[in-house]
């Protein structure tokens, strides 16, 4: 006959010796999906976590709890012997009562018609005497009752019981639901719209708007839990979304910004473009050779031919002004004393600038336009969508 013992998961009220106790309260509220200060309640005491568990389940919780830092032990529970008072009785109809007798207060009880051999089978609803062993199907009667108590309390969550803690009663907890598919397949096509989103918004309005991956890790979140999909792997799954989504719409942005530039250059080397150009830079070299000799002259050179940003030449700095001698300077010069062809001149600006983007990458300039405030959304944006994953709510 198999062993009907069953079993409670008792927390001693202490945590393990190598955990915080702060973070074992936060993972048990993340496991247990309650808010920390539930958690907290739940944990100021020892009591009884789950009961009424096989010995298997029993272990399995165990181990889940002490893998958060919770100290638990595993109890088995004394089984009450069989008796007629124990047994699940259905309520006694009409067709039992004794001829004469009133159905009002003298009616008999479940325990009356026990006592007086009468009992139904809660399997089959089989009426006979009293026994241990039902005569139509042959399943021990409080074996069947233990099962159906067990079911019962693994029904039971810890956000009801939570409520009746605080009364000092047993609290029971259910384990963390696998993500939904249907969940995780949306999550990720916001994802994907939403790393789009971000580049044509950056192309629109031509600047990088870092709060919108904050805004990204937030679609994911809401996506997910309006599926039904809540708990740490579904908070884990939209963080890794929000990550891919976040860093793939930085990558686009860069994209676009770089086939721009890149468009805007190969339009200048058109043949009209290319003439302008030429013409451009042969009139500034023949100028400067002919008239700028002090740095107050390079200063108004630099501002009128757009060697600087600068509006004015009081403007332009010192570090302005030594890169153009040390590197502007000496090019205006040659082309002043030694003219090239429009061919020469395409060919060395088309040099000039494979040597410039030479293995130049998007992902450098990704690298390059990452700054702190990047990062702050970054953090932001991965820890909503967490957030709202594995809890179904925002704070």
Same mark, same amino acid.
């Given at each position: 006959?198999?062993?009907?013992?069953?079993?409670?998961?008792?927390?001693?009220?202490?945590?393990?010796?190598?955990?915080?106790?702060?973070?074992?309260?936060?993972?048990?509220?993340?496991?247990?999906?309650?808010?920390? /200060? +539930?958690? &907290?309640?739940?944990? @100021?005491?020892?009591?009884?976590?789950?009961?009424?568990?096989?010995? *298997?389940? #029993?272990? $399995?919780?165990?181990?889940?709890?002490?893998?958060?830092?919770?100290?638990?032990?595993?109890?088995?529970?004394?089984?009450?012997?069989?008796?007629?008072?124990?047994?699940?009785?259905?309520?006694?109809?009409?067709?039992? /009562? +004794?001829? &004469?007798?009133?159905? @009002?207060?003298?009616?008999?009880?479940?325990?009356?018609?026990?006592? *007086?051999? #009468?009992? $139904?089978?809660?399997?089959?609803?089989?009426?006979?005497?009293?026994?241990?062993?039902?005569?139509?199907?042959?399943?021990?009667?409080?074996?069947?009752?233990?099962?159906?108590?067990?079911?019962?309390?693994?029904?039971?969550?810890?956000?009801?019981?939570?409520?009746?803690?605080?009364?000092?009663?047993?609290?029971?907890?259910?384990?963390?639901?696998?993500?939904?598919?249907?969940?995780?397949?949306?999550?990720?096509?916001?994802?994907?719209?939403?790393?789009?989103?971000?580049?044509?918004?950056?192309?629109?309005?031509?600047?990088?708007?870092?709060?919108?991956?904050?805004?990204?890790?937030?679609?994911?979140?809401?996506?997910?839990?309006?599926?039904?999909?809540?708990?740490?792997?579904?908070?884990?799954?939209?963080?890794?979304?929000?990550?891919?989504?976040?860093?793939?719409?930085?990558?686009?942005?860069?994209?676009?910004?770089?086939?721009?530039?890149?468009?805007?250059?190969?339009?200048?080397?058109?043949?009209?473009?290319?003439?302008?150009?030429?013409?451009?830079?042969?009139?500034?070299?023949?100028?400067?050779?002919?008239?700028?000799?002090?740095?107050?002259?390079?200063?108004?050179?630099?501002?009128?031919?757009?060697?600087?940003?600068?509006?004015?030449?009081?403007?332009?700095?010192?570090?302005?002004?030594?890169?153009?001698?040390?590197?502007?300077?000496?090019?205006?010069?040659?082309?002043?004393?030694?003219?090239?062809?429009?061919?020469?001149?395409?060919?060395?600006?088309?040099?000039?600038?494979?040597?410039?983007?030479?293995?130049?990458?998007?992902?450098?300039?990704?690298?390059?336009?990452?700054?702190?405030?990047?990062?702050?959304?970054?953090?932001?944006?991965?820890?909503?969508?967490?957030?709202?994953?594995?809890?179904?709510?925002?704070?």
């Amino acid at each position: 006959m198999e062993s009907n013992t069953t079993f409670s998961v008792q927390f001693t009220g202490e945590f393990l010796d190598h955990v915080d106790p702060q973070q074992a309260i936060e993972a048990f509220a993340a496991l247990a999906k309650i808010s920390v /200060a +539930q958690a &907290g309640a739940l944990l @100021g005491q020892p009591r009884c976590l789950k009961k009424q568990l096989t010995e *298997a389940r #029993a272990d $399995t919780y165990l181990k889940k709890l002490e893998a958060i830092g919770l100290q638990v032990v595993m109890q088995p529970e004394q089984q009450a012997q069989p008796s007629l008072a124990s047994l699940s009785l259905e309520p006694i109809d009409d067709r039992y /009562a +004794q001829p &004469g007798i009133d159905s @009002g207060d003298s009616q008999q009880t479940p325990v009356d018609a026990a006592a *007086a051999g #009468a009992i $139904t089978c809660p399997k089959c609803g089989h009426q006979q005497n009293s026994s241990v062993q039902c005569e139509s199907c042959g399943v021990y009667l409080h074996k069947v009752k233990a099962t159906a108590e067990q079911d019962a309390g693994d029904k039971a969550v810890v956000g009801a019981a939570g409520k009746s803690s605080a009364a000092g009663d047993d609290t029971t907890w259910e384990e963390p639901q696998d993500p939904k598919p249907v969940a995780i397949v949306a999550a990720a096509a916001v994802a994907l719209v939403s790393a789009y989103l971000w580049k044509l918004i950056a192309v629109v309005t031509e600047y990088e708007v870092g709060i919108v991956a904050w805004a990204i890790g937030g679609a994911i979140g809401f996506t997910a839990i309006a599926l039904g999909s809540v708990g740490i792997r579904t908070g884990v799954l939209c963080g890794v979304l929000a990550l891919c989504s976040i860093v793939g719409g930085k990558y686009l942005v860069q994209q676009a910004f770089m086939n721009e530039f890149v468009s805007e250059i190969q339009a200048a080397f058109t043949e009209e473009g290319l003439a302008d150009a030429y013409s451009e830079q042969m009139e500034s070299a023949r100028y400067f050779a002919d008239y700028v000799q002090t740095d107050a002259e390079m200063r108004e050179f630099m501002v009128e031919y757009g060697y600087t940003e600068a509006t004015d030449s009081d403007s332009v700095t010192d570090e302005e002004l030594r890169f153009f001698k040390e590197q502007e300077a000496p090019y205006l010069v040659e082309y002043a004393n030694n003219p090239v062809s429009v061919d020469d001149f395409t060919q060395m600006q088309g040099a000039e600038l494979v040597q410039q983007f030479a293995g130049f990458s998007t992902w450098d300039a990704v690298k390059e336009s990452l700054g702190p405030i990047d990062f702050l959304f970054f953090f932001l944006g991965v820890g909503t969508a967490f957030r709202l994953g594995s809890t179904g709510r925002a704070g």
